[in-house]
């Protein structure tokens, strides 16, 4: 059964800085693509960042270009999201997503961002 | 970006009964190598979404015959027949044909 755990969330500072992870497990981690997608409260879904299965190719969205950096480990099976420079605007809940059949097919329980001041 | 519009933003139902939501892109979806990448998903209530359909009319692993999706080019339908109460909740497509992969904005599937 795939799984996907995110941590790392939490309250930051308007500016500052926050890790989220991405524990996989109950697939061939290394095999696939993954992606962060984004959700502010009471919003629809944002595509935040993908990284090929090697983590060698990263692609973002514009808003977060520059600031954020998705990477991998694949002997941990682990996502990665290095978030710099934190805006209110990013404030959201932060899921972790397979590449399994060219979409975003298992997803994570998500993880919540807040930032503030 | 690709826009993808939905509607209607909310759909009351009555259990057992049968709707339809409708999912348009700004642009065609099909893909250079001939595949069209349009997606549904649910998400219910405090949960994270999950997928239902994928490349518009595949159902994904244990979905049940009850979803269906259609659809070509700019212009894609989710079919519900027999509406359970797990089936309420938020309902969104996806496009993963053009960079970056944008969804579309939900429909509400609610009780009338």
């Known amino acids: 059964e795939v799984q996907l755990v995110e941590s790392g969330g939490g309250l930051v500072q308007p500016g500052r800085s926050l890790k989220l992870s991405c524990a996989a497990s109950?697939?061939?981690?290394?095999?696939?693509?993954m992606h962060w997608i984004r959700q502010a409260p009471t919003k629809g879904l944002e595509w935040v960042a993908s990284?090929?299965?090697?983590?060698?190719?990263?692609y973002y969205r514009d808003s977060v270009k520059g600031r954020f950096t998705i990477s991998r480990d694949n002997a941990k099976s682990t996502l990665y999201l290095q978030m710099n420079s934190l805006r209110s605007e990013d404030t959201a809940t932060y899921y972790c997503a397979t590449n399994h059949i060219h979409t975003f097919a298992y997803w994570g329980q998500g993880t919540l961002v807040t930032v503030s001041s | 970006d690709v826009l993808m519009t939905q509607t209607p933003v909310s759909l009351p139902v009555s259990l057992g009964g049968q709707v339809s939501i409708s999912c348009r892109s700004s642009q065609s979806l099909v893909h250079s190598d001939g595949n069209t990448y349009l997606h549904w998903y649910l998400q219910k209530p405090g949960q994270s979404p999950q997928l239902l359909i994928y490349r518009v009319s595949n159902r994904f692993s244990g979905v049940p015959d009850r979803f269906s999706g259609s659809g070509s080019g700019t212009d894609f339908t989710l079919k519900i027949s027999r509406v359970e109460p797990e089936d309420l909740g938020v309902y969104y497509c996806?496009?993963?044909?053009?960079?970056?992969?944008?969804f579309g904005s939900g429909t509400k599937l609610e009780i009338k």
């Open positions: 996806l496009q993963s044909t053009h960079f970056p992969p944008t």
């Open positions: 109950g697939f061939t981690f290394s095999n696939y693509g």
């Open positions: 990284i090929s299965p090697s983590g060698g190719s990263t």
